[in-house]
């Protein structure tokens, strides 16, 4: 078997997405579509199977600009070699078809494109060339069926729903939505479609930034039915809910025993004033038939929950008394008065431990309910947490934060597979979390410089942090240095210096140590390069 590359765009051996044989596509085959000035309106099917080592892979190539290649619906046209149905459900559709044979398409990633407009009152072409309409749930990317699925780096909006995907009898499974920006999405007046609507055995949600929902439309930002979710280091700002987690409609993930642990962590939740309902999660079900609902264990840690609300907010509205959460390690700031921010809406129980939260806050805003708060120590409460500059959505902690080595170490029962071992960086990156001392409350651990000795009574400073290409480092004399050097967090060297003014644009993305020796002292500080 040989894998073939596929590249698609101006000046490429393929023109339009249409001439890539979708109806033939072998494990490790690769589709690379190329920016241009003007968006592809094109749409189509995916069923094929790739292999772990050998996956299918649509990927975008940026511009000059790094511009992402536009994937528009309105007005895309269906290449009239393929047969597939539900056709008004999707931008781009994985699983059922005729042609390409029908089977279960698997180890596909997509990546790097930009993914618009499959909602009413837009109109494409269909794969026998009619005029047709999408479909008020229809989506940007629309999963029938599907198993290790990656949706990666894409921006997702002007749709019904971003992303759906449908379980299919537990066949849709190990899905990864990871460094997407998704936002825009949904149906004015309508609180059935989502930014991303799920279902699946086995879902994980990390690094993506969820904007708000389109103007009007009432849906939730993350809405899922999985068996095996896990929500982490994600940005998730607006919605009717920040994040909707309910039943399943299906016994392969209803039955599973994944289906009663369900992951939130590292994740910063925002609520702004006048966001639809002002609950921010929600855990349990929706449908009425209760003996489906989740009935199990939410475990909600490292999170930065804000809510902007003149009005009140509400953490979580558990659906029955079956329902648990575990949280601990959380900020949960409101910029109202503390009292305007409630635990719980009525039923279930909810654990807190090492949680800062705003002084004077209650258990609900319902007065005497079924449900119960248990206060289960090292709780904090005050009137500010002491954000780096909180106008402007910068959740990291100022050196003076009362959050700072105040959480608990994460419960053995949860390693290794949900330590908190990174961090979201605005937006839509990563970093690996450092814990100097003890973790930190929140999703971002204090980025203070860790300063063995100041150079001088006027603290040195490395900036800007973060940065793409040149850093500097100020309140020190030139002459004094000895040396500069950036480590990996593995701590591995790339790169030295001895000016104060360093080039760093060669160096990869993501997280250093800068060691920074003079004369007489050693000062060493956290950086991040972008």
């Not at 765009?9 to 490790?28: F, K, S």
């Not at 189509?44 to 992402?68: D, H, L």
């Not at 264990?297 to 959460?325: G, H």
Request: aromatic share 10%; net charge negative.
């Amino acid at each position: 078997m040989y894998a073939t590359d596929y590249h698609v765009g101006p000046g490429q051996p393929l023109a339009n997405i249409a001439e890539v044989p979708w109806d033939a596509l072998q494990a490790g085959d690769k589709v690379y579509i190329h920016w241009k000035s003007t968006p592809y309106y094109e749409k189509w099917v995916i069923n094929a199977q790739g292999t772990a080592q050998n996956r299918i892979e649509i990927i975008g190539v940026n511009g000059p600009s790094g511009q992402k290649p536009i994937i528009d619906g309105n007005g895309a046209v269906t290449p009239t070699n393929l047969n597939y149905w539900n056709e008004v459900r999707g931008l781009i559709k994985i699983g059922g078809s005729s042609i390409p044979a029908d089977g279960l398409p698997s180890y596909i990633t997509i990546e790097n494109l930009e993914l618009k407009s499959a909602r009413p009152a837009y109109n494409f072409t269909t794969d026998n060339g009619q005029t047709d309409t999408y479909a008020s749930n229809a989506a940007s990317i629309y999963i029938e069926k599907g198993a290790h699925i990656t949706i990666r780096n894409c921006n997702i909006h002007d749709s019904g729903n971003g992303i759906f995907i449908g379980a299919n009898n537990g066949q849709s499974n190990n899905i990864l939505i990871a460094n997407n920006y998704i936002y825009d999405n949904g149906i004015v007046g309508s609180f059935f479609e989502h930014n991303t609507y799920t279902e699946a055995l086995g879902i994980t949600y990390e690094y993506n930034r969820f904007g708000p929902l389109r103007a009007g439309a009432t849906g939730n930002n993350l809405k899922d039915r999985s068996a095996g979710l896990v929500v982490r280091y994600n940005w998730i700002e607006s919605g009717n809910r920040q994040l909707d987690l309910v039943e399943s409609g299906t016994s392969e993930l209803y039955s599973d025993p994944s289906y009663s642990s369900t992951y939130v962590y590292g994740n910063i939740l925002i609520e702004p004033d006048g966001a639809g309902n002002s609950q921010i999660l929600h855990y349990g079900g929706d449908s009425g038939t209760t003996s489906r609902y989740r009935k199990g264990n939410l475990y909600f840690y490292n999170n930065t929950v804000i809510s902007t609300r003149n009005s009140n907010t509400t953490l979580a509205r558990l659906s029955t008394q079956d329902e648990t959460i575990h949280a601990f390690n959380n900020v949960i700031y409101t910029s109202n008065n503390g009292s305007s921010m409630a635990m719980t809406n009525a039923n279930g129980t909810l654990n807190l431990n090492h949680n800062w939260i705003k002084t004077n806050w209650v258990n609900s805003h319902s007065g005497s309910v079924p449900g119960t708060v248990n206060d289960q120590g090292n709780n904090l409460a005050g009137s500010d947490p002491l954000f780096v500059d909180f106008a402007n959505q910068d959740f990291n902690l100022l050196d003076t934060s009362p959050l700072i080595d105040t959480g608990s170490a994460i419960p053995a029962i949860h390693l290794p597979n949900h330590n908190v071992l990174n961090e979201y960086v605005m937006h839509t990156n990563s970093i690996v979390k450092q814990i100097i001392n003890t973790l930190d409350i929140g999703a971002l651990e204090n980025q203070a410089p860790l300063t063995i000795t100041d150079i001088s009574e006027e603290k040195t400073m490395l900036y800007p942090n973060p940065s793409t290409s040149l850093v500097n480092i100020k309140n020190i004399e030139p002459n004094t240095i000895k040396s500069i050097a950036f480590y990996a967090v593995n701590g591995q060297l790339v790169l030295t210096a001895t000016d104060t003014t360093i080039d760093i644009k060669d160096i990869a993305s993501g997280m250093y140590f800068v060691k920074v020796k003079t004369t007489d002292t050693q000062t060493i500080f956290r950086f991040i390069k972008q």
